[in-house]
Nanobody, 129 residues
Framework: QVQLVESGGGLVQPGGSLTLSCETS????????MAWVREVPGKGLEWTAY???????DHADFVKARGIISRDSTKNSVYLHMNRLEPDATAVYYC???????????????????????WGQGAQVTVSS
């Protein structure tokens, strides 16, 4: 059974940083691309960061220069480190698995639900003073 479990969310002051973690199980982690997808209240789902099985990475414009996706294959885990956070980063962040090693990864709204075949429960990140 495929499982993705996020952790590391919470309340962060503006300008602060945090690292989201996603521990996976139930599939061969090294063979699949992974991503972070966030849901901003009132805006729906939006792709945030991507990591292919071969290590190719990409980040949405709103997270570039202040966030980076990475993985640790020894722990079957993927991470999203974000710094210099601002209130507009407030969202629920989901870890998601692509049904392949690479491919289209950018998405918005319900297209994200169709594109990624496994999701974590989500980690709330709130940036506020």
């Amino acid at each position: 059974q495929v499982q993705l479990v996020e952790s590391g969310g919470g309340l962060v002051q503006p300008g602060g940083s945090l690292t989201l973690s996603c521990e996976t199980s139930g599939f061969d982690f090294g063979r699949y691309a992974m991503a972070w997808v966030r849901e901003v209240p009132g805006k729906g789902l939006e792709w945030t960061a991507y990591l292919s099985a071969s290590g190719r990475i990409d980040h949405a414009d709103f997270v570039k220069a202040r966030g980076i996706i990475s993985r640790d294959s020894t722990k079957n885990s993927v991470y999203l480190h974000m710094n210099r956070l601002e209130p507009d980063a407030t969202a629920v962040y989901y870890c998601a698995k692509l049904p392949g090693s690479d491919g289209r990864y950018y998405c918005f709204g319900e297209d994200c639900r169709r594109l990624y075949d496994a999701w974590g429960q989500g980690a709330q990140v709130t940036v506020s003073s």
